[in-house]
């Protein structure tokens, strides 16, 4: 308890100097947690230590992890669940069923059967569309790795956020992106900022949507996303150290 406290005073400092070079709010940004792959009391420890935004990426482990920590803190502590993880159509349920908050929606077969079942339930989803700015293999997303140039692409992305957005009870919220990993900042720091001005570009093009919110960066790159716009940053290793097996 006493290392993810220190950690997270550690981390919270580097957001707000991180910001103030930016000229932001540090309010403007919410960390997450990472929890994935790690018990629920680590979850209680965090939420003690004053973050109350955690993230899960595997049904079969958010959801018990969940009933377990509610056991503790009850329905209304706070706590805000985010899935970040791609997801499987076989598993929309559980997430319409229990996320706060969904981070990589990259199909619309997944958005058109979450909304389904968020419909059925009367729940209200608020979610990030992933993009894959970085284009690699690797990465999953909507493809938007030459969106500035490449018209088909740009044309395909907002044909696809439109329909997403046009489904019930799909909140959207913004731009989710992964950057690459082991490459030097100058190409992270350009995925974040392609990523910001195009979720600019798709905002100007769906002046009725907010897509005001960033979800980008991870512990090795988190200060260079909020120095680019980064809204919402999701830190694991930071907090924890090496996850559990």
Same mark, same amino acid.
């Given at each position: 308890?006493?290392?993810?406290?220190t950690?997270?005073?550690?981390?919270?400092?580097?957001?707000t100097?991180a910001?103030?070079?930016?000229? =932001?709010d540090? !309010? #403007?940004?919410?960390?997450? *947690?990472?929890?994935k792959?790690?018990?629920?009391?680590?979850?209680t &420890?965090?939420?003690?230590?004053?973050?109350?935004?955690v993230g899960?990426?595997?049904?079969?482990?958010?959801?018990?992890?969940q009933?377990?920590?509610?056991a503790?803190?009850?329905?209304?502590?706070?706590?805000?669940w985010?899935f970040v993880g791609?997801?499987?159509s =076989?598993?929309? !349920? #559980?997430?319409?069923d229990? *996320?706060?908050a969904?981070?990589?929606?990259?199909?619309?077969?997944? &958005?058109?059967?979450?909304?389904?079942?968020?419909?059925?339930?009367?729940?209200?989803?608020?979610?990030?569309?992933?993009v894959?700015?970085?284009?690699?293999?690797s990465?999953?997303?909507?493809?938007?790795?030459?969106?500035e140039?490449d018209?088909?692409?740009?044309?395909?992305?907002?044909?696809s956020?439109r329909?997403? *957005?046009?489904?019930?009870?799909l909140?959207?919220?913004?731009?989710?992106?992964?950057a690459?990993?082991?490459?030097e900042e100058?190409?992270?720091?350009?995925?974040?900022?392609?990523?910001r001005?195009l979720r600019?570009?798709?905002q100007a093009?769906?002046p009725?949507?907010?897509?005001?919110?960033?979800s980008?960066?991870m512990t090795?790159?988190f200060?260079?996303a909020?120095?680019?716009?980064?809204?919402?940053?999701r830190?694991?290793?930071?907090?924890?150290?090496?996850r559990?097996k």
């Amino acid at each position: 308890m006493s290392t993810i406290l220190t950690n997270t005073q550690t981390i919270q400092k580097q957001i707000t100097q991180a910001a103030a070079r930016a000229g =932001r709010d540090p !309010d #403007e940004i919410t960390l997450i *947690a990472i929890t994935k792959t790690w018990p629920a009391d680590v979850v209680t &420890a965090v939420y003690r230590a004053g973050i109350h935004h955690v993230g899960e990426n595997r049904v079969e482990e958010f959801v018990p992890k969940q009933a377990e920590v509610t056991a503790e803190f009850g329905a209304d502590s706070g706590l805000v669940w985010h899935f970040v993880g791609s997801l499987q159509s =076989r598993k929309t !349920d #559980e997430v319409a069923d229990y *996320a706060d908050a969904f981070h990589a929606l990259d199909r619309l077969k997944i &958005a058109r059967r979450l909304s389904q079942r968020l419909v059925e339930n009367g729940r209200v989803l608020p979610c990030f569309v992933q993009v894959n700015i970085s284009g690699e293999d690797s990465k999953f997303g909507l493809a938007a790795s030459n969106w500035e140039a490449d018209k088909q692409q740009r044309q395909q992305l907002l044909n696809s956020v439109r329909q997403m *957005a046009q489904l019930p009870r799909l909140d959207l919220m913004g731009l989710m992106t992964m950057a690459p990993w082991q490459v030097e900042e100058a190409i992270i720091r350009r995925v974040f900022r392609r990523t910001r001005a195009l979720r600019d570009w798709l905002q100007a093009e769906l002046p009725d949507l907010d897509l005001s919110q960033l979800s980008m960066g991870m512990t090795d790159d988190f200060l260079i996303a909020v120095e680019e716009g980064a809204t919402h940053v999701r830190i694991g290793r930071a907090l924890f150290g090496e996850r559990e097996k």
